[in-house]
C-alpha cells in the first residue's frame, strides 16, 4: 500500500520544498520507491515535462527539483494544477500540464476548482500505483481559516491522499512555537488527527537552547518535533519573486534591490556585475542562479523605480529575464526609463524568453495577452527582431548546439534546456542565430527562449568575462580596471570525475553537479522503509 507523507507549513517560505526534496532523497538512497507531488503550486517559475498523454507540459520547479532527488522522471502528474500570476489579480491556470485559460482567484474557485480537484485525485492515484511513498508538498500555510474548504495543496490533498502529515516551523522570523501552536489550534479536527510532528527550520546557533520549548510545546499539543535543520542554502531554485533580493540584502546600492553571489569569497572590486531589472512580472528567474554561483560574479537586481542610469552604470553586463506578462512589463521597463538606458549601455546584453521579445523592434499581436494595449507595442529596440503573439504556446524540451558569437563569444557545445513562450520571433535583419533559428545575436546583444541556457559551464563562462565597455558617465570607452576574480577558471573544468566539481569554492557547484555527486557518492544498498512516526 502507497504511503503519502504531506509536508505542511505554518507560513510560505518555511523550507517546505526544501524538506520535500531531502525526504525524496533519503528514501530514493533507501531503495524506496518515492515521487514528489504538489497538488497546487503558484509559481512563475516552471519546467517542461511529460504529461499523463505523453506531450509536454508545465510544472512548478520545486517538483522538478524534487523529481531529481527522488531519482524519477519529473511528469505532470507532480504537479497537477499550476497558477502562475500574471499580474491584475489574473493568473493563467495549467491543468496537467497545458495552460487552459486566465482566471481571477473568484472564478477559479467558483468555476475551475472541481475540475483542479478531479484531476490532482487522478494525478496522485497514478503516482500512488507507480510509487510505494509520496512525498507531497503544502502551500503556504496550512491554517489558512477562510480556505479550508478549498484549500486544495494543503487540507484537501491531506484527506484525498490520506496522507501523515510534518509541519515544516521557520524560526528565522521568530515567533515559532507560536505560529505550531496557532496553526494546530485552527486545524479542522480530522486533519489535526493526522499531523505526526513538526520540524524547525533555519535554526542558527546551539540547537540545546531550544530544548525548554521543545518540551514545552510538545506538552501542550502532543505533537512532537522531530527534528531541528539548521540555517543552510542548499541551492535549490526558488518558487517565486518572494525569494528575491529586497532593498537592504547585501551588495546593494544606488537603485540595487540586493545582490547575489556576495559568499563565494572572491572581493566584489574583482568580480563582475551582472544587472537584472526587477520586472515587475518577472518568471523563470531560476535561469540567473547558476551565474550567482559562478565564483566571481554578482547578480544585482535592479529597480525599474531608479534613476536611469544608476542601475546599470557600475554593470558589467545586463540579463533581462523572462517575463509572465511581456507587454506589460516592456511597458514598465520603458516608463522607468530603462529602455533608454539599455540602448546606451555598451556592455553585452541578454534576453531570455519575455526578455528576449522585450529587446526586439516591435511586438506584433500584443492584444493577445489581453493587456488592454495596442495591437502593435514597440520594443527596446537593442536586436533587430519583430516578435509576433499568437494564442498557441509553445513548451518543450529542447537542446541546441552552441554557435559562440555575440555575448557567447568562445562558447562551443551544446546546451539543453526548454522552451516555454508564446509568440515567435523573427529577424528584421541579418543576425546570427547561436542558440537555433528563433535565437538572434549581434556583437553585444543575444536573445534566446532557452531557459537552462546558464546551466550549461560553456554558457555560462562567457558571462563571466569583464568586457570592455563605455563609462556613460564619463562618455568614453574605458577598460575596466579591475583585475580578473582570483583563480577563476579561464576554461571549462572537465567533466569525467564528480571529484572534479569538489574543487570549485563552497557555494558555486549548480543543481546539476549536486545531483551528480550525489548520484556517484551516496548510493547505498537497498534498504527497507522507514517505519515509525511518518508511516
Known amino acids: 500500500m502507497t504511503r503519502t507523507v504531506l509536508i505542511a507549513g505554518t507560513a510560505s517560505h518555511a523550507g517546505k520544498s526544501t524538506l520535500a526534496a531531502g525526504l525524496c532523497r533519503l528514501l530514493a538512497r533507501r531503495g524506496v520507491s518515492v515521487a514528489p507531488f504538489k497538488a497546487q503550486n503558484m509559481s512563475n517559475n516552471a519546467r517542461v515535462a511529460l504529461t499523463p498523454d505523453g506531450a509536454w507540459g508545465e510544472l512548478g520547479v520545486s517538483q522538478h527539483v524534487q523529481a531529481r532527488a527522488a531519482r524519477v522522471p519529473a511528469t505532470t502528474d507532480m504537479n497537477p494544477v499550476l497558477l502562475k500570476p500574471r499580474g491584475d489579480g489574473e493568473s493563467q491556470l495549467v491543468i496537467d500540464g497545458e495552460a487552459i485559460d486566465h482566471v481571477a482567484a473568484g472564478g477559479y474557485y467558483e468555476d475551475h476548482w472541481h475540475t483542479a480537484r478531479d484531476a490532482a485525485v487522478a494525478a496522485h492515484c497514478r503516482l500512488a500505483a507507480d510509487h510505494d511513498v509520496v512525498v507531497a508538498e503544502g502551500a503556504g500555510s496550512i491554517a489558512e481559516i477562510n480556505l479550508h474548504d478549498r484549500d486544495l495543496a494543503n487540507v484537501e490533498c491531506a484527506r484525498f491522499a490520506d496522507a501523515r502529515i510534518l509541519i515544516a516551523v521557520d524560526i528565522e522570523r521568530g515567533g515559532a512555537f507560536a505560529s505550531l501552536y496557532g496553526t494546530l489550534e485552527l486545524l479542522p479536527d480530522d486533519v489535526r488527527e493526522r499531523v505526526a510532528g513538526a520540524v524547525i527550520t533555519k535554526f542558527r546557533g546551539d ?193 541546441r548546439t552552441v554557435d559562440g558569437t555575440g555575448p557567447l563569444a568562445g562558447a562551443t557545445g551544446t546546451a539543453a534546456g526548454y522552451e516555454i513562450h508564446m509568440g515567435r520571433s523573427s529577424p528584421t535583419a541579418d543576425v546570427a542565430r547561436p542558440l537555433g533559428p528563433e535565437s538572434a545575436a549581434t556583437d553585444r546583444a543575444l536573445g534566446t527562449y ?86
Open 207 to 399: 540547537p540545546s537552547l531550544l530544548e525548554p520549548g521543545i518540551d514545552e510545546i510538545e506538552e501542550r499539543t502532543g505533537v512532537p518535533i522531530v527534528g531541528v535543520v539548521p540555517h543552510d542554502d542548499p541551492g535549490l531554485p526558488a518558487e517565486d519573486s518572494l525569494s528575491l533580493p529586497d532593498a537592504g540584502d547585501s551588495g546593494g546600492g544606488e537603485g540595487v534591490l540586493g545582490t547575489l553571489g556576495a559568499d563565494d569569497g572572491v572581493p566584489d572590486e574583482e568580480s563582475v556585475r551582472i544587472a537584472v531589472p526587477r520586472l515587475p512580472r518577472i518568471s523563470n528567474f531560476t535561469d540567473l542562479a547558476p551565474l550567482a554561483r559562478e565564483p566571481g560574479v554578482r547578480v544585482a537586481y535592479v529597480s525599474l523605480d531608479a534613476a536611469v542610469d544608476a542601475p546599470l552604470a557600475d554593470a558589467d553586463a545586463v540579463v533581462l529575464p523572462g517575463s509572465k506578462n511581456t507587454v506589460d512589463d516592456l511597458l514598465a521597463l520603458r516608463e522607468a526609463g530603462l529602455d533608454e538606458a539599455l540602448r546606451r549601455f555598451e556592455g553585452p546584453v541578454v534576453g531570455v524568453c519575455g526578455g528576449y521579445q522585450i529587446l526586439g523592434e516591435r511586438i506584433t499581436g500584443a492584444d493577445v495577452e489581453g493587456t488592454g494595449s495596442e495591437s502593435t507595442v514597440e520594443g527596446v529596440g537593442v536586436l533587430p527582431v519583430e516578435t509576433h503573439f499568437s494564442p498557441d504556446k509553445r513548451v518543450e524540451r529542447v537542446t
Open 450 to 535: 532557452l531557459h537552462g541556457l546558464f546551466e550549461t559551464t560553456p554558457s555560462r563562462r562567457p558571462s563571466s568575462r569583464r568586457p570592455t565597455r563605455r563609462d556613460p558617465r564619463e562618455g568614453r570607452s574605458r577598460p575596466r580596471t579591475r583585475a580578473p576574480p582570483t583563480g577563476r577558471p579561464t576554461t571549462a573544468p572537465p567533466t569525467s570525475s564528480p571529484t572534479t566539481s569538489t574543487s570549485r569554492p563552497r557555494g558555486s557547484a549548480t543543481c546539476a553537479d549536486r545531483a551528480r555527486l550525489a548520484t556517484a557518492r551516496l548510493e547505498s544498498p537497498p534498504m527497507p522503509p522507514p517505519e515509525g512516526i511518518l508511516f
